[in-house]
């Protein structure tokens, strides 16, 4: 774990990552106060305003792996080269649009476009994320409802004692969910009810508990650079 | 003298955060002690199996004899969420058996911020393997923002270059059922872990291993193989320990008709 | 050849999805009665409003992205209950689309509701007076800053109205305020963003949280925690079903349509139990009648 100035490629990163680390740790408990200045509203405030505009910069590098992957693909003609040139057409299209007819275009905050701009390009720029963007999204997300059937119908064998289990509880469950049933039996809506409030909400503790202890054991490798990897990017 | 104004140092600890702080410093403590313990009597500790784990080099090797890529996905959070670091983690492994079988990776990523220190692991991993030459930045990809944009990107990566290989590593919302019946349908051996209780169960019915919770977070440094390690595996059952006895402690408590813990934990 | 239980334990997907296609249109088309019984989670829900006294502040938070079918119904229902109410209502978002969402509801929402000054009064509430779309929270910081001011942190509201000129935030500067949170959360950041920055700041103010079904689960330990006066939740609105059951308690059926849409929902739960069935039959034939493995 030697840190060492001559190799300030690895130490730095390291270095930053142990101090930050330590000190947002530090200022959730304790805040140290001058005069009007308070260590941990500068940390939870303003130095997260820092890091929300390196953030939203660093976009623009997802945005050239976007293109240069799909200009690869255009070029070359390779299998279905033709949806890349779509990406490659409408992407720059929407930000156009989003940047002088979305709905921030007239946000004092930023960069604020003439209004005849705005008032010519909002229409579109309504029509193309209402009635294009929204309902794709949508779309994808009704798959959800066709692919948990599938999935049900296909994973849900009662296999060993365990499975039966498990099958028994989330035929019980999705009967129990099925609004008509409550007037079927009412008994369905107990024994799900009992199920969601017992059994399933000790087992989303356990998980949780879990996760969150594990959690925090990752953080203090991190910090304490036992674990290296996400700091600088895969180098050891 | 005249003009000056002198200010006074105040160290204020937050109200309803002092018992947290002592419960943060003592599993610090249990972690470090862990990990040092590990480090010299490594054998002392026996750790049981977990059969996802093992499953990633043989999930690679399917890959590398049908000819067909790896898929990889480190989650749709940023790099704020430790679960996402972890899914890097485990990034960094796998791209190492793709270097080392000659196989291709294909990972996918939701945010533009992971997706840079993604680029940056696999090129590391093929550095490491000596195959710096086979390294394609083609093979990491910013995919989209938005949720079932990401969602739709996969899918068409699944359809159009039938990976033998998926792994979903890090938090996932709604797309995970999709991206795993997806992945199914393409006979793809698929391995996932991640800490939303709400996708694990689809996780669990579509895939064929799964890394529940915590075990996701033990993943990345058991596939690193390296003894100490272990010790990671002690510090989180030594802090489970604590809780669970604290738990234990408080019901017992609280039964009693007594809210003393309850009180000591709200300081 | 495959005999027929064979068939029946590897049945081709697209016929799976065909049936739930079918399945799914005729109750959406055929629209018939449905009867609901009320859970607990959405009764605590809807008496977290109800019990208000006139002239609270609600802060509505709408943190889904598109007509999401589970908390756009529950979005309206709330929305009409609080608008009926004699309260005062803050819109905020987690979600960049989730104040445009608030707005498609309150451009077509019936606006009639009590007086907050005058609990005995009917009126049409007026924006900028009873009701404000303080618009897209996008950092924490902001989040953080809202509680305790809005007009330091805020400059316009989400039509770009001047903050300073709305009497809604001149009356109440900052969501401190506010009795009650709702959160309409498709995921993160959701609610649990509010429990950590906004509940332990004000143990008084309440949480309620709709949810889509898969992650109704977890929230219920903060609602159990929530019950027991920790900080946490003091109701659930589950799914569609909670929209239905909310919509049922309001007494105004047909709000939200998801009343209607809960056929089709109960339909293809029970789609699901028999496909299973089906599934588990064709294993164990195959298993046991069949001399397979």
New interface residues.
């Given amino acids: 774990m030697a840190i060492s100035l001559a190799d300030y490629k690895r130490s730095i990163p390291l270095i930053l990552c142990f101090i930050f680390g330590i000190l947002y ?1 530090f200022e ?8 009007d200045f308070s260590l ?1 509203y500068y940390l ?3 130095m ?2 820092y890091f ?1 505009a390196m ?1 939203s910069v ?2 623009g ?3 050239i ?2 293109f ?2 799909h200009y ?1 693909r255009f070029t070359r003609r390779r ?2 080269w033709e ?1 890349s040139l779509l990406v490659l057409i409408l992407i720059p299209v929407m930000a156009v649009i989003s940047v002088f007819g979305g ?1 921030w275009a ?4 930023g960069v604020v476009v003439p209004r005849w701009v705005y008032d010519s390009l909002a229409p579109t720029w309504n029509f193309l994320y209402w009635n294009i ?2 309902l ?3 779309t ?19 296999r060993n004692i365990d499975s039966i289990i498990l ?1 028994i509880s ?2 019980l469950v ?2 129990g ?7 079927v039996w ?1 008994g369905f ?1 107990t024994i799900k ?1 009992w199920l ?2 017992v059994p ?2 000790a087992g ?2 356990g ?5 969150a ?10 910090i ?1 650079w ?2 290296r ?2 700091t ?4 050891e | 003298m005249h003009g000056m104004t002198i200010y006074q140092l105040e160290v204020v600890l937050r109200s309803g955060r002092v018992a947290q702080g002592v419960l943060l410093v003592i599993i610090g403590i249990l972690t470090v002690y862990a990990l040092e313990k590990a480090k010299r009597r490594p054998e002392a500790i026996k750790v049981r199996k977990i059969p996802a784990i093992d499953a990633f080099e043989e999930a690679v090797g399917r890959a590398t004899e049908m000819g067909r890529p790896v898929f990889y996905t480190p989650g749709m959070s940023g790099l704020g969420s430790l679960t996402t670091l972890s899914a890097l983690s485990i990034l960094d492994y796998v791209a190492r058996l793709t270097a080392r079988y000659n196989v291709p990776i294909i990972v996918a990523n939701r945010n533009w911020v992971v997706y840079q220190v993604a680029e940056g692991i696999v090129k590391n991993a093929y550095l490491a393997e000596g195959k710096a030459d086979q390294f394609n930045p083609e093979m990491v990809r910013y995919i989209a923002s938005w949720q079932f944009a990401f969602a739709a990107g996969c899918l068409g990566i699944f359809f159009r270059e039938r990976p033998a290989a998926n792994f979903y590593m890090g938090y996932y919302y709604a797309e995970s059922l999709e991206l795993a019946e997806s992945g199914y349908r393409i006979g793809a051996v698929q391995i996932a872990g991640t800490t939303s209780t709400a996708q694990l169960p689809f996780f669990v019915a579509a895939c064929d291993y799964v890394l529940i919770g915590e075990e996701l977070y033990a993943a990345a440094a058991f596939l690193a193989r390296d003894p100490k390690i272990v010790g990671v595996l002690l510090a989180h059952d030594l802090s489970k320990i604590l809780t669970l006895a604290i738990i234990l402690i408080g019901a017992i408590a609280i039964t009693a008709g007594s809210t003393i813990i309850l009180d000591i934990l709200s300081k | 050849m495959s005999t027929w239980y064979e068939r029946l334990e590897n049945i081709d997907p697209r016929w799976i999805y065909l049936l739930v296609y079918i399945v799914i249109a005729i109750p959406i088309i055929i629209p018939l009665p449905s009867p609901l019984a009320i859970t607990p989670y959405t009764r605590d829900a809807f008496e977290a409003v109800e019990k208000l006294p006139p002239g609270s502040l609600v802060v509505l938070s709408f943190d889904y992205s598109g007509a999401n079918p589970e908390l756009h119904p529950q979005a309206i229902a709330v929305l009409r209950h609080v608008v009926r109410r004699p309260l005062y209502i803050y819109i905020v978002g987690m979600w960049s689309d989730g104040p445009v969402m608030a707005d498609q509801i309150w451009k077509v929402i019936d606006k009639t509701g009590y007086d907050p000054e005058d609990p005995t009064k009917l009126i049409t509430k007026e924006y900028g007076k009873h009701i404000v779309n303080l618009g897209y929270l996008a950092t924490t910081a902001l989040i953080v800053g809202v509680y305790d001011t809005i007009t330091k942190m805020m400059t316009i509201d989400f039509y770009g109205n001047s903050i300073d000129s709305l009497p809604l935030v001149k009356k109440f500067d900052g969501i401190k305020y506010a009795s009650l949170v709702i959160s309409f959360a498709a995921g993160s950041p959701g609610p649990a963003t509010y429990l950590q920055y906004w509940a332990t700041q004000n143990p008084n103010m309440k949480f309620v949280v709709g949810s889509p079904g898969v992650s109704a689960p977890g929230f219920m330990p903060y609602y159990e925690a929530g019950k027991l006066g920790e900080i946490g939740y003091v109701g659930v609105i589950i799914s569609m079903r909670g929209a239905a059951e909310y919509e049922t308690l309001l007494g105004e059926i047909g709000l939200t349509g998801a009343v209607a849409a809960l056929n089709a929902q109960s339909a293809v739960h029970y789609l699901l139990v028999v496909v299973v069935i089906l599934g588990n039959l064709g294993y164990y034939l195959r298993k046991y009648g069949g001399g397979g493995r």
Avoid: C, T
């Fill in positions: 740790a959730w408990y304790v805040d140290i106060r001058v005069g941990s939870e405030h303003d997260l305003n929300n953030y660093a976009i590098i997802g945005a792996n976007i240069r992957i690869r299998k279905y949806y709905r007239i946000d004092p905050k963007m929204s794709i999204s949508q994808m997300f009704s798959l959800l409802g066709f692919f948990i059937i599938s999935a049900g119908y296909r994973a849900f064998r009662a099958l989330g035929i999705v009967l969910q099925a609004p008509i049933n409550a007037s009412p809506e009810n969601m409030d399933n909400v989303r503790r998980i949780l508990l879990g996760a202890i594990g959690a925090l054991a990752y953080g203090v490798r991190v304490f036992y674990e990897r996400p600088l990017a895969g180098g």
